[in-house]
């Protein structure tokens, strides 16, 4: 259930991604604030997984992996468009963002952005802030689910190309893996309230 804060000011919306590697602890962090936050910070969840556990399909094979990543940012836009147009919204917190399908796509920067009819620093513009959870390390508890099949090498070398990805964001913040993940979890939980208005805290 979600905080009230008691604030009825309209806030100008923020997007703030949440991104790293398979397994970085991106889920456990948004499960902890939707817990605290009120009803001006709206979660989006992991588009990825939505189009995975509803169906689409997941093979190899280019125009399938180019499809893939085609469909996840047209609703990943399309989330962050309603998002935003939401009278209630200060903070909108996005569980990966669109420049997170570079790090998937068969091809060249270039070819995804012009595939995707976009640029670079138009998708940069779209986010106030972009936080990096660094994928745990096998030694750090790193595991691989149905969802999340690649193995512990797998995961630090998409979170490598997920890292050179946002590197041109002004506001990118990168929390390391470490053995204990709560405090890997505090760290991105005060970057995250630091974004919400002070009203809404």
Not at 23 to 52: D, F, M, N, Y
Not at 86 to 100: F, H, K, Q
Not at 103 to 117: I, V
Request: charged share 25%; glycine share 6%; net charge neutral.
């Amino acid at each position: 259930m979600s905080a009230s804060c008691g604030c009825d000011v309209n806030h100008t919306p923020r997007l703030v991604v949440l991104t790293g590697g398979p397994g970085a602890g991106k889920t456990a962090v948004l499960e902890v604030l939707a817990q605290h936050a009120c009803r001006h910070v709206l979660l989006l969840p992991e588009v990825a997984s939505i189009l995975w556990k509803g169906g689409f399909p997941r093979k190899d094979g280019l125009p399938l992996r180019r499809a893939s990543q085609r469909a996840i940012v047209r609703v990943q836009h399309e989330l962050q468009r309603y998002a935003i147009e939401e009278p209630t919204t200060a903070l909108v917190v996005c569980d990966r963002g669109s420049l997170d399908g570079l790090a998937y796509w068969p091809g060249t920067p270039a070819e995804y952005f012009d595939d995707l009819d976009t640029t670079e620093d138009r998708e940069l513009a779209r986010y106030a802030s972009v936080i990096h959870l660094q994928s745990a390390a096998r030694e750090h508890g790193y595991f691989s689910t149905a969802v999340r099949p690649e193995s512990a090498e797998q995961a630090r070398e998409i979170d490598r190309k997920i890292l050179e990805a946002w590197s041109h964001h002004p506001h990118r913040t990168v929390i390391e893996s470490e053995p204990d993940f709560l405090r890997k979890l505090d760290k991105a939980l005060v970057l995250l309230r630091a974004q919400i208005p002070a009203c809404c805290r």
